[in-house]
């Protein structure tokens, strides 16, 4: 039998709170706009508090925070954006993903999912999914990562004349692009709105694939994806967002554009018994938005069986694959 004293644990519950002042020291900084006054080269904190109309030592402050949060640089008593900074936190720049930062941070998101959870309806949360597609299309780490998830599923461009693929609610489509960089013939379409294409097609331009991408601006959950046309569908976190009607539904609309062999890739959290935190957290995330939820894998391979598709495996945690025959 255990014998150690029971102590209760402070730090499960500091981990439950600490973690609340990055993001507001960052909803803070964006709010007064530091980063901009830094655009046009290093300054020091007095010109930067002045540009903001605050207070130089609380704005001295900040500009540090940020430096050792490797932000900013500082170099004497001057402070200089990384290239992370100017490329992503400078308001007006391309890639800029302050309104997305906001919306997450912004109390009244907390207060709609409150809502929710009192009341039993979700309420649709505007979520900001063309500054998302922008922060993931400088995601290096993800190439490695969705080769390994092709592979898995195994789908290879080698032997064949092309290897057409079908991304569905696609973002800025890394997952798919990294497969059409290892091959010439390795041909995407991307479906998701117009604007989050513009990201897709930006990608597409920096990876050198943009000749072998098609843009197809759509509804996933209307859209007609036609008939024998893909090799391989991927469907990229975007399930868990979808009812068990909606992800049906998707399923059915799948399975015929899938060439004979076809293979759909899903890629999306999975709930497990009991249910990982993570899993959690995202269930009452998406609950609250749109009444979706982490689904079992399971319950995706009933769905998947319903509508046709065999051979259905699960290749990890969070990847799943299933043929058409
Ligand atoms: C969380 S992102 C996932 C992006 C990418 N598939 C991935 O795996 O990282 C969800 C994407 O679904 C798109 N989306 C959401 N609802 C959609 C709809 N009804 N029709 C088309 N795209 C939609 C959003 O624009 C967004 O790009």
Not at 69 to 87: K, N, P, Q, S, V
Request: aromatic fraction near 10%.
């Amino acid at each position: 039998m255990d014998d150690t004293p029971q102590q209760p644990n402070p730090d499960l519950v500091g981990d439950l709170f600490w973690g609340i002042f990055k993001p507001q020291w960052i909803r803070m900084a964006l709010q007064i706009d530091i980063f901009s006054p830094l655009a046009a080269g290093p300054a020091n904190a007095e010109r930067v508090a002045r540009a903001c109309h605050c207070n130089a030592y609380a704005i001295k402050t900040l500009l540090d925070y940020f430096c050792g949060a490797r932000i900013l640089d500082r170099r004497g008593d001057e402070y200089a954006l990384t290239l992370t900074a100017e490329t992503f936190l400078v308001r007006g720049r391309k890639a800029y993903v302050g309104n997305m930062i906001l919306d997450y941070t912004d109390q009244a998101m907390f207060d709609s999912i409150l809502e929710s959870v009192r009341s039993g309806a979700p309420r649709a949360l505007d979520e900001n999914f063309v500054q998302d597609a922008w922060l993931e299309s400088y995601s290096a780490w993800r190439i490695p990562k969705s080769l390994e998830m092709w592979q898995s599923a195994g789908i290879k461009p080698e032997g064949r004349e092309h290897l057409r693929i079908l991304d569905l609610a696609c973002g800025c489509a890394i997952k798919s692009f990294s497969l059409a960089q290892t091959s010439p013939t390795v041909l995407v379409t991307c479906l998701d709105s117009p604007a989050v294409l513009q990201v897709a097609r930006d990608l597409a331009e920096r990876m050198a694939i943009a000749s072998r991408v098609t843009f197809m601006p759509a509804d996933l959950l209307t859209a007609d994806l036609g008939a024998d046309q893909f090799n391989a569908a991927l469907v990229g976190q975007i399930t868990h967002y979808l009812t068990a009607d909606q992800n049906k539904n998707l399923f059915r609309r799948i399975h015929p554009a899938l060439t004979r062999n076809g293979t759909l890739v899903i890629d999306c959290p999975m709930s497990t018994d009991p249910p990982s935190e993570s899993a959690s957290f995202l269930t009452l995330f998406m609950w609250a938005n749109s009444g979706g939820t982490a689904h079992s894998f399971e319950t995706y391979r009933g769905w998947l069986e319903q509508v046709g598709f065999r051979k259905i495996h699960q290749m990890s945690e969070r990847w799943l694959s299933a043929r058409k025959a």
